[in-house]
C-alpha cells in the first residue's frame, strides 16, 4: 500500500513521455470516452476498446423509442382489457420497436466495452 493513499490498490506508477500530437490525441480520446487518463489506459491494457460515448441526439433517439416502446406495451395491455385491439399485431409491433432499439445499442456494446456512468448517459 501507498504511504500517500493507504487505501490505494494500484501502487505502480507509469511514467510516459508524448509528442504533443500524441498528447493531443490521446487527451481527445479520453475526454470523447468520458474516463480519466488512468482508467483509460487500463481500459486499454485489459483489452477492451474505450469508445466515445454517442453524440447527445443518439441518446436522446434511444430514450425516446424506449418511451414509445413503454407506452406500447401499456396500450396493448389496456387494449386487451378492454378488448378491442389485436392483441398479437400490437406485440409484434412493439417487439419490431425494440429490435430497433436493441440494433442501436449493439454497436455501442460490441467487445464487451464498457460505458461510463449511467448519470452521463442521463439514464
Not at 490525441?25 to 476498446?49: D, G, H, M, P, Q
Not at 418511451?67 to 378488448?83: C, D, F, P, R
Request: with cysteine; charged share 35%; glycine share 4%.
Amino acid at each position: 500500500m501507498s504511504r500517500e493513499h493507504p487505501n490505494r490498490n494500484r501502487t505502480n506508477l507509469i511514467k510516459v513521455y508524448l509528442s504533443d500530437d500524441e498528447y493531443r490525441n490521446f487527451k481527445e480520446k479520453v475526454k470523447a470516452c468520458k474516463r480519466t487518463n488512468s482508467s483509460y489506459v487500463r481500459e486499454l491494457i485489459v483489452e477492451t476498446t474505450p469508445i466515445e460515448f454517442p453524440p447527445i441526439e443518439y441518446q436522446e433517439l434511444l430514450r425516446e423509442l424506449r418511451k414509445i416502446g413503454i407506452n406500447l406495451n401499456q396500450l396493448a395491455s389496456k387494449a386487451h382489457t378492454l378488448g378491442f385491439v389485436d392483441e398479437r399485431e400490437y406485440r409484434a409491433e412493439s417487439e419490431r420497436l425494440w429490435r430497433v432499439v436493441a440494433e442501436l445499442t449493439k454497436p455501442m456494446a460490441r467487445g464487451g466495452v464498457k460505458f461510463g456512468n449511467h448519470k452521463d448517459m442521463g439514464c
